[in-house]
């Protein structure tokens, strides 16, 4: 869960002891509203008959995934979408109801049996799984079919049946008694790629399963193909239901999606200065002096580091914010800690909040930004940020 913004009429040693974060050197704020406009958005590019899956793996990408569901399920998601067993149950232990579908493999007793507990909805990949999950449900005599959702491999090579192979065993799920076919889906590989071959490809592989299983006599309940990108580049990829990730917390899976609608970070990363100083010419910054000042220059360190997931490859590369001003950031990033050059502000004082990621005034950092530093990704960098790290929810 995510701890709340206080308001103002708290004392500031009420608000050390009831909002914890206060006193922190470190956090990352979440905006809740962002995250509902997202979700609104989304939805205003979709037909009334296609439904949102809100994708909130991996603690919702870092933001929090029992606050991020409650939010975009009162915003107008219907689904989410989680990679494994645990995370499902999460949901459901904090009173979540909407379907959620693991789209990770699943393959233990133990598995199949937390699943038919807490209602979860799991991905076939292959026939040996499908019996695996009849046969468990049989011996422990559940009582209604299981909701599964068979998943084809259509290009991406990662899980699912080939697609060559779906007709066949889509067949056999349906013969299994403890199983009901709730979808069929597969994953596109190169949806956020301006050449869209490979995905036409991957749609007419998924069109011709389809086509296939309707000539013997089997209409599919619900097809899903869409992720973020697919979302924002064709709506003819929509189908009954789009599973989207990254859009919904406010960032575009590539740079000529930008245009597609408007979308807001949800997530901002700040910190505290914990100590100023000025350091004459010819001083080196932190390990391995990468950095030596060549005038004399004001100091600041940060009380954040690579421990809470500030990537150390940014080491004299990154920069911040402090009153909506750009600084730069100096010397190798430790585990803690970071150093700044405030020089350009010399009455910065201890306490001040420094924004790592977010935006403050004219000025914006993303997550895009740093991914392009270290020719990574933006899920990377969302996902980095680790728990240490107070989440703090504010409007």
Known sequence: MLSHEPKSSVTSDQQWDTYPWLSQRAWVEINLSALSYNVKQLLSILSPQTQLMAVVKADAYGHGAVT???????????????????EGIQLRKAGIKAPILILGATHTREQIHAIAQWKLQPTLISPKQALVFSNTLEAIN???????HVKLDTGMSRLGTNWQEAAEFVQLVQRLPDLTIASIYSHLATADSLDPTTMKQQQQRFEQVIA???????????????????????????????????????LYPADHL??????????QVKARVTQVKTIPPGTGVSYSHQFIAS????LAVIGIGYADGVPRNLSNKMQVLIRGQRVPQIGTIT???LMLDVSALPDVQEGEVVTLLGTEGKEQITAEDWANQLNTISWEILCGFKHRLPRVAVA
């Open 142 to 148: 559940y009582k209604t079919p299981l909701p599964v």
């Open 335 to 337: 585990m803690d800690q």
């Open 212 to 250: 296939q299983l309707r000539t013997l006599g089997i209409e599919p309940p619900c097809l899903h193909l869409a992720n973020s990108a697919a979302t924002l580049s064709d709506k003819a990829l929509h189908y009954d239901i789009v599973r989207v990730g990254l859009a919904v917390y406010g």
């Open 295 to 298: 005038d004399e220059l004001r």
């Open 68 to 86: 991020v569901a409650q939010t975009v399920l009162d915003s107008g998601a219907s689904w989410l979408g989680v990679a494994t067993v645990p």
């Open 258 to 267: 930008c245009l597609s609608i408007d979308l807001k970070p949800v997530l």
